[in-house]
């Protein structure tokens, strides 16, 4: 017997039923504990409480004993499952075949699955201070979606489906996968998915519960933060990666599934941004319980979108059974929300306040809130247009000048309120703020006259950057009042400096997406080798080219000569792969600009056609990108519990039953 156990033949057959029988016990305990999280909530039980909480553990721990096996089937080249032969094959390097991990749709939805295990066990664990119902029915949530995803693996996309024979080699990754960013973009953006679902659970749970303090605003913005740093970072990922790989001189498209990426982030940044203002003064409630539940609803959607194909698109998966149960949890999920919000709506409306005054803090955060979500409405109708035509016989399809029209006033207002909204007081601006206002509008008035002597006539442009300039000055502006006044004060409210440091690296970022998208400069030529050609006063010269053969495909290179450097743009064709090509950009980097070069054919007399761009400031964008993580790093590092002062702030505590 111990000698069977050792066949090969065997050895598969045991790690593809382990692996499903993991899925399979997860959904089981997922299912337990859903149930009884809420039947516990409901009678305050804390010993049952903690069963079910230990349940969760338990389905997220079957689920990393289900990651742990794909894993190693992966890393063992078993083609027995048809994941691994479908996206893997034995000439991949060993990184990427890790990579596969996350690579397709099945192993792509356990790893989503694995990470909501995770934080959501960590969430539980930190929710002790919230009372039990609340701790209680935010597990329940937190379970029912995992049993969801658990369902989804377990019975309809299960990543250990079993081959009949098994194949020598498998199919292995797309071409356009196998590169470095496949190893940090995708494991990044789909954590920052799987995150929304923490904040959704707990504000859900304090509506249930009826519980509107600042506790759960508390414990749910560390994890939204989480979630939003996540999001931030896998979208600049995400830019970067399209920008060196995809080769049309860009690096944002709005294509449908960078739409739903985008659309939970800004719903996210205004969350965040009005959760203040219930900590500070006990308003805009439903604001903040609305924004959390939509964040995690445009997720739902977006995972809709890019696993049901219904929606063209480079990124999406090929159309699969998984849609339509997407599509169902989706409905659950927005008639539990709206169910929700409308029975507590009474209680949000009960706190006896004035109304906002439009010149102040608070209402600032009301327009940033208005503002953000008329962005996400933009954005949203422009993804579901197709859809939505569809159905109605004439498919249509928006181009990127809908949302340059639509959303960049919206954003242009955005940049004018991080100017402002800063310097306004809490519950109504006096003159002291007009003349704070000085500072912004000096530094705007400076950078235009800086752009119009430079020669810059883009209307676009004289609005955006002069305003970026201002919404810069004010944080600067705020950085030296407390280096004048009071240094330490920097430490002690290091959330507030931290997130002024965020906003300029925000703001870096855009003033490098409006150098680069308005300043673009292209040229298409076709060139001899010795001959030159210039383009924004960049000069570069075809040297001439060669063929390589590499161990899984052939690469032609081409060489051209920028001052003291050669560049070598070039295309890699993959016959193993039915011949599938994919281009291999050129980039250098000036204090000012990117050359980028892109081989677009070649012919057998030697000559060869290239699409030259130079974009200006593109660096600025991944310069503005690490800023902002460093200011949420930096703002929020070694905060401690702040229980006492959330007693001390505690504003009605219980909505209305």
């Known amino acids: 017997m111990p000698l069977a156990l050792l066949d090969p033949a065997l050895h598969i057959v045991i790690l593809g039923y382990l692996g499903a029988g993991a899925l399979l016990a997860g959904l089981v305990l997922g299912g337990f504990s859903t149930l009884l999280s809420f039947w516990a909530g409901a009678r ?120 009949s024979v098994t194949p020598p080699d498998g199919l292995g990754l797309n071409p356009i996968l196998r590169d470095g960013g496949m190893l940090i973009h995708p494991p ?71 739409n739903v990426a985008l659309m939970p982030w800004l719903a996210t940044t205004a969350y965040l941004h009005s959760a203040q203002v219930q900590e500070k003064r006990g308003r805009m409630r439903g604001w903040n319980f609305g924004l959390v539940i939509l964040a995690f609803l445009l997720v739902v959607f977006g995972t809709f979108i890019v696993r049901s194909g219904v929606v063209p698109s480079v990124h999406t998966f090929a159309i699969s059974a998984i849609g339509p149960w997407f599509l169902g949890f989706l409905g ?92 306004l007081p809490w519950r109504r601006a006096g003159r002291p703020t007009l003349r704070a206002l000085r500072w912004p509008v000096a530094g705007a008035a400076i950078v235009v006259i800086g752009l119009a002597a430079a020669g810059v006539r883009s209307l676009p442009a004289l609005i955006a950057v002069p305003l970026a300039a201002a919404a810069a000055t004010t944080m600067l502006t705020e950085y030296g009042r407390a280096l004048l006044k009071r240094p330490e004060i920097l430490v002690r409210k290091r959330r507030r400096y931290g997130a002024y440091l965020a906003h300029l690296g925000l703001l870096v970022a855009a003033v490098g997406i409006a150098a680069s998208q308005l300043g673009q400069q292209e040229k298409d030529v076709t060139l001899a080798p010795g001959q030159a050609v210039t383009v924004a006063g960049y000069t570069l010269t075809y040297t001439g080219s060669e063929q390589r053969q590499l161990a899984d495909h052939t690469e032609f290179i081409t060489a051209m000569r920028f001052g003291a450097q050669t560049l070598e743009p070039s295309r890699a064709t993959y016959s193993g792969l039915g011949g599938q090509a994919l281009t291999h950009v050129a980039i250098t980097t000036t204090p000012f600009a990117d050359v980028y070069v ?60």
């Open 598 to 657: 892109v081989l677009a054919s070649t012919s057998e007399n030697g000559s060869a056609s290239f699409r030259v761009f130079v974009n200006p400031l593109v660096t600025w964008i991944w310069a503005g990108g690490a800023v902002i993580i460093l200011g949420v790093v930096l703002g929020n590092a070694g905060e401690g519990s702040l229980a006492a002062e959330l007693a001390r702030r505690r504003i009605p505590i219980t909505l209305p039953a």
């Open 44 to 163: 305050e039980s804390p010993v049952f409480i903690q069963v079910a909480r230990r349940a969760f553990y338990a389905a997220a721990g079957m689920t990393a004993l289900a990651s742990v096996l794909l894993e190693t089937a992966l890393l063992t080249h078993d083609f027995s499952l048809a994941y691994v032969a479908e996206h893997t094959d034995l000439s991949t390097p060993i990184a990427l075949v890790a990579a596969g991990f996350y690579g397709g749709q099945e192993g792509s939805l356990l790893y989503w699955t694995l990470i909501l295990g995770v934080l959501g066990s960590a969430s539980l664990l930190a929710s002790a201070r919230l009372g039990e119902r609340v701790a209680a029915y935010a597990a329940g949530i937190l379970a029912a979606t995992l049993t969801f995803f658990l369902f989804v693996l377990a019975v309809v996309a299960s990543p250990f489906e079993l081959l």
């Open 332 to 423: 659950v999920c927005i008639a539990f929300s709206a169910a929700l919000l409308a029975f507590r709506a009474g209680g949000f409306a009960s706190a006896t306040h004035p109304p906002v005054t439009p010149v102040s803090r608070e209402g600032a955060f009301v327009l940033q809130n208005l503002l953000l979500i008329g962005v996400v409405a933009v954005v949203l109708w422009g993804t579901v247009l197709p859809l939505i035509s569809g159905l109605f016989g004439s498919e249509r399809v928006v181009s990127t000048s809908y949302y340059e029209r639509a959303a960049a006033p919206l954003l242009a207002a955005i940049l004018a309120l991080m100017a402002a909204g800063p310097l």
């Open 188 to 258: 990044v953006i789909l954590a920052g998915f799987a995150s929304f679902a923490v904040p959704f659970a707990f504000a859900c749970a304090a509506l249930m519960a009826g519980r509107a303090d600042v506790s759960w605003i508390r414990h749910t913005r560390r994890f939204a933060l989480l979630a939003w740093s996540l999001q931030t970072t896998g979208l600049l990922l995400g830019m970067w990666w399209a920008y060196h790989v995809l080769g049309w001189g860009g690096y944002w498209g709005w294509d449908p599934v960078e």
